[in-house]
């Protein structure tokens, strides 16, 4: 059974940080493809940033210098280092893994809730 476990959200004041975890099992990790989204109330689920496989990155052009998406194949676990917190970064954010083969697999999790508030 495959299992994508997030942990880390929370309540910040504007401009400070929080780091993401996602942690997963049941999928041979180091091959997937993983990516952070997030979805704010009333929005359609955004892309926040993704690493592949091979450490490549990228980032939604609204988080870049701010956020780093990471990766540790040994504990199964992604991250999402979010700095410089704004108010507009409030949302739900989902891990998400992704294996494109001959089929593609793809999983979710069950979301963390991030709030940037004063």
């Known amino acids: 059974q495959v299992q994508l476990v997030e942990s880390g959200g929370g309540l910040v004041q504007p401009g400070g940080s929080l780091r993401l975890s996602c942690a997963a099992s049941g999928i041979i990790f180091s091959i997937y493809d993983m990516g952070w989204y997030r979805q704010a109330p009333g929005k359609q689920r955004e892309l926040v940033a993704a690493i592949t496989r091979g450490d490549s990155t990228n980032y939604v052009d609204s988080v870049k210098g701010r956020f780093t998406i990471s990766r540790d194949n040994a504990k199964n676990t992604v991250y999402l280092q979010m700095n410089s917190l704004k108010p507009e970064d409030t949302a739900e954010y989902y891990c998400?893994?992704?294996?494109?083969?001959?089929?593609?697999?793809?999983?979710w999790g069950q979301g963390t809730q991030v709030t940037v508030s004063s």
């Open positions: 998400n893994a992704r294996l494109t083969m001959a089929n593609s697999f793809e999983y």
